[in-house]
């Protein structure tokens, strides 16, 4: 009984328009109403505490360290590095732009912020070239989505905070997993442009692509920084953020000169707003979650699923399945949210390993960003690239499935997370 009236007074909420962060708090009431403990003054601590933490204060920091990253020429100079590398060869602009999103996404952390630097400045020059325009934004939606997955990540922190997992070996247990992403759509590409009768520009001399190096050299920098500090303790997660925000604003104002000092205002308005609606979703989360212990929700659930906990793989499955039903119609800060204290308990009853597990959660979550209908980074790059949905829908089907396929394989041999962990972070 419980669990209905969790899950019809979320979707009913959410069914009327109610946003997601007040379909939490009244799902919460509901429950607290279900519990006999309705409390108005309970409701509001739990919220103010929700997202009272210092983990979270990375939130804000990458967000803002994406919006300088974008608006400060690092986006325009990695782009130009991976053409100067890759650029000749057939199809070379599919491999650019994948390039370009393994090292923005190890800059930003946010899919929406790299889908629209890679649909505005790669789109254009993909769709002139004679790639098929569906096609070459389905390939940059599927490359953004690498964002959330390799460090540093923002559904890593939300998640690490949400399930008291360490943040930082998440980071490190992502790196492997997002270039295998990459290397994914590399096959996939490969297979599906390749009857495609587009002339690659000519090869770039040596000393050009030595020039592009040097002007990318800082860009590249910061991804090394934050890898490093992480593995040897340098920083934590939340001060990694501010190095990277720091460095990318120090970066664009001082060394590429190409953020004025009257862009910082719209720049950190921008960065606020964004992370307001996250942290507001947080903190309603965490209401709910609170009550989801309360009503011993994991331990019903826990009942439900014991024929599965002896077989931690098919209950990976079985999870992995539900999770990308969910994902369909929900983002992914939400579902985060939202799942992580209900599964969490589950997996660590079947003796799942929670860094492992939330490698995958996140990257199913990050998936589900160009699944349709609701697919934000779709819509995001419909938008910048003047494009319908329909058609970015069409064009995205082929390296969602490749990316899916990847996670399941990772559901059948753990080790491929696993082991890498071990070598950044034994």
């Given at each position: 009984m419980t669990i209905a009236i969790f899950l019809s007074s979320l979707i009913a909420?959410?069914?009327?328009?109610?946003?997601?962060?007040?379909?939490?708090?009244?799902?919460?009431?509901?429950?607290?109403?279900?519990?006999?403990?309705?409390?108005?003054?309970?409701?509001?601590?739990?919220?103010?505490?929700?997202?009272?933490?210092?983990?979270?204060?990375?939130?804000?920091?990458?967000?803002?360290?994406?919006?300088?990253?974008?608006?400060?020429?690092?986006?325009?100079?990695?782009?130009?590095?991976?053409?100067?590398?890759?650029?000749?060869?057939?199809?070379?602009?599919?491999?650019?732009?994948?390039?370009?999103?393994?090292?923005?996404?190890?800059?930003?952390?946010?899919?929406?912020?790299?889908?629209?630097?890679?649909?505005?400045?790669?789109?254009?020059?993909?769709?002139?070239?004679?790639?098929?325009?569906?096609?070459?934004?389905?390939?940059?939606?599927?490359?953004?989505?690498?964002?959330?997955?390799?460090?540093?990540?923002?559904?890593?922190?939300?998640?690490?905070?949400?399930?008291?997992?360490?943040?930082?070996?998440?980071?490190?247990?992502?790196?492997?997993?997002?270039?295998?992403?990459?290397?994914?759509?590399?096959?996939?590409?490969?297979?599906?442009?390749?009857?495609?009768?587009?002339?690659?520009?000519?090869?770039?001399?040596r000393a050009e692509v030595f020039r592009s190096l040097r002007d990318a050299l800082w860009a590249l920098g910061l991804p090394i920084i934050v890898v490093v500090g992480l593995k040897f303790g340098v920083f934590t997660p939340t001060e990694a953020a501010v190095v990277a925000a720091v460095y990318a604003l120090a970066i664009s104002l001082l060394v590429y000169r190409e953020l004025r000092i009257s862009q910082l205002y719209g720049l950190f308005l921008a960065a606020a707003k964004t992370t307001a609606v996250i942290m507001f979703l947080v903190a309603g989360a965490m209401v709910s979650a609170w009550l989801i212990t309360v009503a011993q929700l994991p331990a019903q659930l826990v009942d439900l699923l014991q024929p599965l906990l002896d077989s931690p793989t098919l209950l990976m499955f079985a999870i992995m399945i539900l999770v990308i039903i969910v994902g369909t119609a929900m983002d992914m800060t939400p579902t985060i949210l939202i799942l992580t204290p209900v599964l969490m308990p589950i997996v660590k009853a079947a003796g799942i390993d929670p860094v492992y597990f939330g490698v995958l959660f996140v990257m199913n979550n990050a998936i589900g960003l160009i699944t349709p209908p609701v697919g934000t980074v779709l819509n995001t790059v419909a938008g910048v690239g003047k494009i319908s949905m329909d058609e970015v829908t069409r064009g995205v089907w082929p390296f969602m499935i490749a990316q899916f396929a990847l996670m399941f394989l990772m559901v059948l041999f753990p080790q491929i997370v696993l082991v890498p962990l071990g070598w950044f972070y034994g």
């Open positions: 909420a959410m069914m009327i328009g109610v946003p997601i962060s007040f379909s939490l708090l009244l799902c919460g009431a509901a429950l607290m109403w279900h519990l006999n403990m309705f409390d108005a003054q309970i409701l509001a601590q739990n919220l103010i505490e929700g997202s009272n933490s210092f983990p979270l204060l990375a939130v804000p920091f990458f967000m803002l360290a994406g919006e300088i990253m974008n608006a400060g020429g690092l986006s325009k100079r990695i782009v130009a590095f991976a053409m100067a590398l890759v650029g000749h060869v057939r199809g070379g602009l599919g491999y650019v732009a994948i390039m370009a999103a393994v090292i923005m996404a190890s800059l930003s952390g946010s899919a929406v912020a790299d889908a629209a630097a890679l649909a505005a400045l790669l789109l254009p020059m993909m769709h002139t070239a004679g790639h098929d325009k569906a096609r070459s934004a389905g390939l940059l939606s599927a490359a953004s989505i690498i964002a959330p997955v390799i460090p540093p990540s923002i559904g890593f922190v939300i998640f690490g905070v949400a399930a008291n997992v360490s943040i930082s070996k998440l980071f490190m247990a992502g790196i492997v997993p997002g270039v295998l992403l990459g290397a994914a759509l590399c096959l996939t590409w490969w297979w599906v442009a390749r009857k495609e009768n587009v002339k690659p520009p000519a090869r770039k001399t």
